[in-house]
Nanobody, 119 residues
Framework: QVTLVESGGGLVQAGGSLRLSCAASGSFFSINAMGWYRQAPGKQRELVAAVTSNGGTNIADSVKGRFTISRDNAKNTVYLQMNSLKPEDTAVYYC?????????????WGQGTQVTVSS
């Protein structure tokens, strides 16, 4: 059993900041890439940012320069620091992780955390 638990969402005014956290727990051999996706009403889920186990990052152009992704491998946790938030950043944010258990790799998802940016 593997669980991803997210925290840190909420309501913030435009220009403000939020920090999302996602901790993986359970029994597994290793965590590969971890990342954050978001889904706004009526839109498809999209990648926001991802980080590999050795720290390589991939940031969506729409948030580049405003959002930073990082991870603490010792805590099996990934963070998303969101600065200069805009109303168009409003969405449900989902944590994602590629995890190897018993020799098999698969993706896991968190339950989602709402981020609302008011203008």
């Amino acid at each position: 059993q593997v669980t991803l638990v997210e925290s840190g969402g909420g309501l913030v005014q435009a220009g403000g900041s939020l920090r999302l956290s996602c901790a993986a727990s359970g029994s597994f051999f290793s965590i590969n890439a971890m990342g954050w996706y978001r889904q706004a009403p009526g839109k498809q889920r999209e990648l926001v940012a991802a980080v590999t186990s050795n720290g390589g990052t991939n940031i969506a152009d729409s948030v580049k320069g405003r959002f930073t992704i990082s991870r603490d491998n010792a805590k099996n946790t990934v963070y998303l620091q969101m600065n200069s938030l805009k109303p168009e950043d409003t969405a449900v944010y989902y944590c994602n992780a590629g995890i190897t258990r018993w020799g098999q790799w698969r993706e896991y998802w968190g339950q989602g955390t709402q981020v609302t940016v008011s203008s």
